[in-house]
């Protein structure tokens, strides 16, 4: 008989099993390039620095906590992906893993697409100046004032999610005078080896239309039958943090047969699919990701393999790498304000930020790294674990790590690969502030989101 969860969360200081965690590495004070952006590194004195300039300098400008973005590590990964999958495709950045109007530049410039699911997020890219027919809309549940601003805008796609947006997205289109591209978006029935919270490609949640019991086939149908929509193709997305490439196998199989259908029910042959990111990177030594151009080959491979089976020409492929781009560009940075050891079960050290700037560890029991940057220290290793300052039991930002044993309050400690959904998804909870985003290239480093102030919280507490 499985037991319900606690709802106040695991139990506090819940006693480690023998063998839960891996053996202390050889070097606590090396960097392993899997995890931490290509320009970290560690000099002669033992400090770190990212893009020439020392976390010490960094944490004196502009404090701790904060999220430090390695320019130049993202402009690569975009220029990777971009040459990857070449001009016979398109590969659009996930804005929801973090945008800023800094970050639509660099896509801009270095030839990558974007995907928005969000008003806010459309409204940062208009502004910052991308081109609308660059963006694609997604969200399971679009307000027809969201959608009017994207038809208004001119976005090259909107994604459907549901029987009622294909009617509602068409009803938009045709009393604005327009005629809307859309993909719709199918879940194919693939488990996704992920976290249940981060899976989106089984029947039974929130995202898309089934393709079991005819129901693709059903939204197919209307959607060509309304005079406000294009439909240009099927989308499907089949989770996050995925290194197995066998679910975008049998989802690849699953939607060219939903196209074969299409194209003898109707006799069209749609010119696209979108097979959505998820794409895992290392946020650990034994996490292990594949390259642009392997993911590229790959999903080339399988679309062009089942299309020739089913005697299709091949469609065009879009890809959605969100986490794959900018997670592993940023490390976020931390003051040691307290170590406690408690005798016989762990040490915690906590640190000025926690879940508001990191809600990952809580949300989704994921894991990281983390490493002393401040300076070297040759102590033995010492199994902790990184908690935040807020009032929650479960506020953990690295579960199980060893640092040097003589760790003390005032050191600086980084986490590395959280470009992705942690700022995005940070909260003010008890009233916390939200860290900046720096980005730092060639010894310089400037501000891109600034650190939101007391003044912020009261403006916005109109009393």
């Not at 604005?176 to 194919?188: N, W, Y």
């Not at 005032?410 to 502030?433: E, K, Q």
Request: proline content about 4%.
């Amino acid at each position: 008989m499985s037991r319900s969860a606690h709802p106040a969360g695991p139990r506090h200081a819940d006693v480690l099993t023998e063998g839960h965690y891996a053996a202390p590495p050889a070097d606590l004070n090396a960097l392993d390039e899997k995890v931490w952006a290509r320009t970290v590194s560690r000099n002669a004195d033992g400090v770190v620095a990212v893009g020439g300039i020392e976390v010490t300098r960094l944490a004196e400008e502009f404090g701790t906590p904060a999220y430090f973005l390695d320019e130049s590590d993202f402009r690569a990964r975009c220029r990777a992906w971009a040459d990857a999958f070449g001009r016979d495709a398109d590969v659009f950045y996930a804005g929801k893993a973090f945008l800023s109007r800094a970050v639509v530049r660099w896509l801009q410039e270095e030839g990558l697409n974007l995907d928005v699911c969000s008003g806010g997020e459309l409204t940062i890219a208009l502004d910052a100046g991308m081109p609308a027919e660059r963006i694609a809309f997604h969200g399971n549940n679009k307000t027809v004032a969201e959608i009017e601003r994207a038809i208004e805008a001119g976005v090259g796609r909107i994604v459907l999610d549901s029987f009622q947006e294909i009617v509602r997205v068409s009803h938009v289109a045709q009393r604005l005078g327009k005629r809307q591209r859309v993909q719709i978006r199918v879940t194919v029935g693939v488990e996704a080896h992920t976290h249940e919270f981060i899976a989106t490609a089984h029947e039974d949640q929130k995202f898309g239309i089934a393709l079991a019991g005819g129901e693709a086939a059903e939204a197919v149908r209307r959607a060509l039958s309304l005079d406000g929509l294009e439909l240009v193709g099927i989308h499907s997305h089949i989770g996050s943090q995925i290194f197995d490439m066998a679910g975008f196998e049998v989802s690849a199989r699953r939607v060219v047969q939903l196209l074969a259908e299409v194209r003898d029910e109707h006799g069209i042959e749609l010119p696209e699919i979108d097979l959505g990111g998820g794409l895992g990177i290392a946020y650990t030594s034994d996490d292990d990701p594949r390259e642009p151009h392997e993911i590229a080959k790959a999903l080339g491979d399988i679309v062009t393999r089942e299309c020739e089976a089913a005697g299709l020409a091949t469609p065009r492929i879009s890809v959605e790498p969100g986490r794959a781009i900018v997670g592993p560009t940023a490390f976020t940075l931390y003051e040691v304000g307290t170590v406690k050891h408690l005798e016989g079960l762990r040490t915690y050290v906590s640190v000025d930020g926690g879940m508001s700037d990191n809600i990952r560890t809580a949300l989704y029991d994921a894991e990281y790294s983390v490493a002393l940057v401040s300076r070297r220290s040759d102590a033995e290793p010492l199994l902790v674990r990184v908690v935040g300052k807020h009032c929650e039991s479960g506020d953990i930002v690295v579960k199980d790590a060893f640092l040097p044993s003589d760790l003390a309050p005032g050191d600086l400690i980084a986490v590395p690969a959280t470009g992705a959904y942690c700022r995005a998804m940070a909260s003010n909870y008890n009233h916390a502030l939200r860290p900046p985003v720096v980005a730092v290239r060639d010894g310089e480093a400037r501000v891109i989101v600034r650190r939101e102030t007391e003044e912020d919280l009261l403006r916005l507490d109109v009393g």
